[in-house]
């Protein structure tokens, strides 16, 4: 049994005092053991839980998965303190710094009056804090880890700034249209395959760029109509005493324009 006082309320302080205790000797021999590897993925589906109960607007929901997040974030820092890296004041030092540099129009005296004004002078200070000098690195600074719709989608804004992109959503389109077919011929030789797969991705991300569309947020409403519709093609299925497995091609076919109908 640790030293630790039992109070009706915590705060930030305790859960950093909590964390500490979990990975010290005579704590948790499973928190002991962690690394940054292996919690890695633990970090990024927490992440994902909170953005769920973000999307739902469940508060109670929300704060309980921001914790998760948090507590991931406190278990990371906590490694790095054993290791005399960092501390979690470090971490909020240089946030909280960061903030302050990248809103000169708020702490500063740099005037900026609208939302396209903040996002132009967030990314020229972004580009000076980081020592990029090229487009090129900028580009390169994109996460890798991201998303790759959303990758793709922020180095192709990236790109834009330096002038390169199409004049409108048309030539964007028209890409598409040669991507696609350059896909085509890929699989009819069994060649290049992945890679003409890919030309075709990022070229739609650069289409749903034009329009203003989320490409991650369009693909998540396309599954879920395609699990809707699969849905109703299994139920008609059943109710014609017939698995989905035991139809042919064309009645599986018929199901699903009878299932887009409805």
Same mark, same amino acid.
């Given at each position: +049994?640790?030293?630790?006082?039992?109070?009706?309320?915590?705060?930030?302080?305790?859960? !950093?005092?909590?964390?500490? %205790? !979990?990975?010290?000797?005579?704590?948790?021999?499973?928190?002991?053991?962690? =690394?940054?590897?292996? %919690?890695?993925?633990?970090?990024?589906?927490?992440?994902?839980?909170?953005?769920?109960?973000?999307?739902?607007?469940?508060?109670?929901? +929300?704060?309980?998965?921001? #914790? $998760?997040?948090? +507590?991931?974030?406190?278990?990371?820092? $906590? *490694?790095?303190?054993? /290791?005399?890296? @960092?501390? *979690?004041?470090?971490?909020?030092?240089? %946030?909280?710094?960061? +903030?302050?540099?990248?809103?000169?129009?708020?702490?500063? =005296?740099?005037?900026?009056?609208?939302?396209?004004?903040?996002?132009?002078?967030?990314?020229?200070?972004?580009?000076?804090?980081?020592?990029?000098?090229?487009? /090129?690195?900028?580009?390169?600074?994109?996460?890798?880890?991201?998303?790759?719709?959303?990758?793709?989608?922020?180095?192709?804004?990236?790109?834009?700034?330096?002038? @390169?992109?199409?004049? $409108?959503?048309?030539?964007?389109?028209?890409?598409?249209?040669?991507?696609?077919?350059?896909?085509?011929?890929?699989?009819?030789?069994?060649s290049n395959v992945s890679e003409e797969l890919g030309d075709v991705l990022f070229?739609?991300?650069?289409?749903?760029?034009?329009?203003?569309?989320?490409?991650?947020?369009?693909?998540?409403?396309?599954?879920?109509?395609? %699990?809707?519709? @699969?849905?109703? *093609?299994?139920?008609?299925?059943?109710?014609? #005493?017939?698995?989905?497995?035991?139809?042919?091609?064309?009645?599986?076919?018929?199901?699903?324009?009878?299932?887009?109908?409805?």
């Amino acid at each position: +049994m640790v030293n630790f006082e039992l109070k009706p309320h915590y705060d930030y302080e305790d859960l !950093l005092h909590v964390i500490h %205790i !979990l990975r010290s000797p005579g704590g948790c021999p499973w928190d002991q053991e962690q =690394t940054h590897q292996s %919690i890695r993925r633990e970090f990024l589906e927490e992440t994902y839980e909170a953005l769920e109960a973000i999307d739902r607007d469940d508060p109670v929901l +929300m704060q309980e998965e921001l #914790g $998760d997040v948090l +507590m991931q974030v406190v278990f990371h820092a $906590d *490694m790095e303190a054993d /290791a005399g890296r @960092f501390t *979690m004041e470090d971490v909020c030092d240089g %946030i909280v710094k960061k +903030m302050i540099y990248r809103h000169p129009h708020v702490f500063g =005296t740099v005037a900026a009056d609208t939302t396209e004004q903040v996002l132009v002078n967030w990314e020229a200070l972004k580009r000076e804090e980081k020592g990029q000098q090229t487009h /090129a690195q900028a580009l390169d600074s994109v996460a890798r880890t991201l998303p790759q719709l959303w990758r793709a989608e922020k180095v192709q804004k990236k790109a834009a700034k330096a002038g @390169f992109d199409w004049p $409108d959503i048309y030539g964007a389109l028209d890409k598409l249209d040669e991507e696609t077919a350059e896909l085509r011929q890929a699989v009819v030789e069994e060649s290049n395959v992945s890679e003409e797969l890919g030309d075709v991705l990022f070229a739609a991300v650069k289409v749903g760029r034009f329009a203003g569309i989320d490409p991650e947020a369009a693909l998540y409403e396309t599954c879920e109509k395609f %699990i809707r519709r @699969f849905r109703l *093609m299994e139920e008609k299925a059943a109710d014609r #005493g017939t698995p989905l497995d035991k139809l042919s091609a064309a009645e599986l076919d018929q199901l699903w324009k009878e299932a887009k109908r409805s």
